[in-house]
C-alpha cells in the first residue's frame, strides 16, 4: 500500500468522511467539520452502549431525547444515518455537543494531528468518492461507503480503539468504479 496507507483508528476517518459527506450535501467547509465531528462522536457513543462499554442513555421523562438551547435556535441535520444537533451561531451553523458549539478550528487540529502529513490526501481521496455521487444520493448511501473502506480491526470489546490501515487507493478505487458505471 505505500504511501497510500494510513495507520488510524476508525474515529477520525469516520468524521473526515462524514465532513466531506456534509461539504457535498451543500454546507461551507467549517460547518461540515463540526458536523463530522459531532456525528463521529454519537456514532461512538452508540457504538459504545452497544459493546457495554458506555451505560445506556437516559431518556426524559416523555422518552424523548434531551434538547438544550441556549446559545441559539438548535435544529438537526442528517448526516450517514444520524441526526446530529446544530446550533446557528454568529459564525454560521455549527454542531453541537450539549449547548456547546463545537469549534471548526479544534476539528482540523484534531484531524492533522490523526492524519499526519496524509491529512489532504485522505481528504482528497474522500471528496473523489463523494463527488462520484449526487447529494441525495450520497446522503442515503454515505454510511455505507464508509464500511466499504474503513480500516479493519478486531470485532468487539478488543477492537475498541485500535488503529488499522485505511488504504487511500481503496477509497480512489470505489470512486473510480462508481464514475465508470455512470459512464455511456
Known amino acids: 500500500m505505500g504511501e497510500d496507507a494510513i495507520t488510524i483508528n476508525r474515529a477520525p476517518v469516520l468524521t473526515l468522511w462524514a465532513a466531506v459527506v456534509a ?4 454546507w461551507d467547509w467549517d ?3 463540526t458536523l463530522g465531528k459531532a456525528m463521529a462522536g454519537l456514532q ?3 457504538k459504545g452502549r452497544m459493546l457495554g462499554i458506555y451505560s445506556p442513555a437516559r431518556p426524559c421523562a416523555d422518552g424523548a431525547p ?3 438551547s441556549g446559545l441559539g435556535e438548535e435544529f438537526f441535520v442528517q448526516l450517514c444515518g444520524r441526526s446530529v444537533p446544530a446550533l446557528h451561531t454568529e459564525s454560521g451553523p455549527r454542531a453541537c455537543v450539549k449547548d ?3 469549534e471548526p478550528g ?3 487540529k484534531y484531524l492533522q ?6 491529512f489532504d490526501a485522505a481528504a482528497d481521496a474522500m471528496r473523489q468518492l463523494a463527488a462520484a455521487y449526487e447529494p441525495e444520493e450520497l446522503a442515503g448511501r454515505a454510511f455505507g461507503l464508509y464500511e466499504q473502506f474503513r480500516p479493519e480491526i478486531q470485532r468487539g470489546r478488543q477492537g475498541w480503539g485500535s488503529m488499522g490501515e485505511l488504504d487511500l487507493a481503496a477509497i480512489r478505487a470505489i470512486a473510480e468504479r462508481r464514475s465508470q458505471s455512470l459512464a455511456p
Open 106 to 108: 479544534s476539528v482540523v
Open 113 to 118: 494531528g490523526k492524519f499526519g502529513p496524509q
Open 66 to 68: 434531551a434538547v438544550k
Open 23 to 26: 461539504e457535498r450535501m451543500g
Open 31 to 33: 460547518c461540515a467539520l
Open 44 to 46: 461512538a457513543q452508540a
Open 100 to 102: 456547546a458549539a463545537i
